[in-house]
């Protein structure tokens, strides 16, 4: 996805799984832009590398 094609980068519900957190806590972060993402159609695919889990 876009210039950054050796990162992996998580679905909605992979991002989820992995900081084990709610779908709406993760559209919580995205607007205050605590995650790094890029949209495609209606889907959303996050950059989890450069993300800090906050519990």
């Not at 957190?21 to 559209?27: G, Q």
């Not at 209606?42 to 519990?55: E, G, I, Q, R, V």
């Amino acid at each position: 996805m876009s210039d950054r094609k050796n990162e992996q980068w998580f679905s909605s519900k992979e991002a989820q799984k992995a900081l084990k957190i709610s779908a709406c806590e993760l559209m919580h972060r995205r607007e205050r832009g605590e995650l790094t993402f890029e949209k495609h159609g209606n889907a959303y695919f996050y950059l989890l590398s450069k993300t800090k889990d906050k519990k």
